[in-house]
């Protein structure tokens, strides 16, 4: 089992719907929990990250942790098609920063 | 500042030949990472430096491949003897701090293609 699950997709969505996007982990010792966002040919930039369970707005994104179920969800609202990405889930343990395979996200205009 | 900075960006090669990655990360930064990232995945952890020793390598960087961040600034990542299946995207990271929350700048990547 992979330390980090992520469907690839690709997911594809009307402008303007709300994009769930999800990851599960099998790691407790994970401590991290972060969300980056790779355009085409271009290297990942981080778009959220947090520590404890619950959730984290920051404008149109929302992400939430569970540690209990060992589950972790980015929320877009809004969705534009300049949000047509992937999207890679990340965790940290110890001083790594394990990926997510990774989804592909399409807005359709 | 510029950002992460990695050199080439496409490196085309034959099997056989050997090639090297820079990385210039950003200045203020004493952590930096390598990755690797092939098609439909997401970036895989190579090894990782503080200033200019190595804390560790994973296991998927066999003895082909040779990292070294001479005077803790830039980096360069070597691979001797490239097979086509060491085809992938190669990215640089850069951090900041002994509690790294995880946020890592990236550079934009080297591609290689081995044929």
């Known amino acids: 089992q992979k330390e980090v699950e992520q469907d690839p997709g690709p997911l594809s969505v009307p402008e303007g719907a709300i994009v769930s996007l999800n990851c599960t982990y099998s790691?407790?010792?994970?401590?991290?929990f972060m969300w980056y966002r790779q355009y085409s040919r271009k290297g990942p930039e981080l778009l959220m990250y947090t520590y404890s369970s619950g959730n984290k707005e920051d404008g149109r994104f929302t992400a939430q942790v569970d540690k209990s179920s060992k589950y972790i969800s980015l929320f877009i609202r809004d969705s534009q098609p300049s949000d047509s990405a992937t999207y890679l889930c990340a965790m940290r343990r110890d001083d790594k920063i394990i990926f997510g395979k990774g989804t592909r996200l399409h807005i359709l205009p | 500042d510029t950002g992460v900075s990695q050199d080439p960006r496409h490196k085309i090669t034959k099997r056989g030949q050997n090639v090297t990655f820079r990385c210039d990360p950003i200045?203020?930064?004493?952590?930096l990472y390598w990755y690797r990232q092939t098609l439909g995945q997401g970036p895989e952890f190579l090894t990782y430096?503080?200033?200019?020793?190595?804390?560790?390598k994973s296991r998927l960087l066999s003895d082909r491949f040779s990292a070294e961040r001479p005077k803790g600034s830039f980096s360069t990542l070597e691979i001797q003897r490239t097979e086509q299946g060491d085809s992938a995207m190669y990215l640089c990271?850069?951090?900041?701090?002994?509690?790294?929350?995880?946020?890592?700048?990236f550079g934009e990547g080297s591609r290689l293609t081995v044929l």
């Open positions: 790691n407790s010792a994970f401590q991290y």
């Open positions: 200045s203020e930064h004493n952590r």
């Open positions: 430096f503080q200033n200019e020793a190595q804390l560790e």
């Open positions: 990271a850069s951090s900041f701090g002994q509690k790294n929350t995880g946020e890592l700048f």
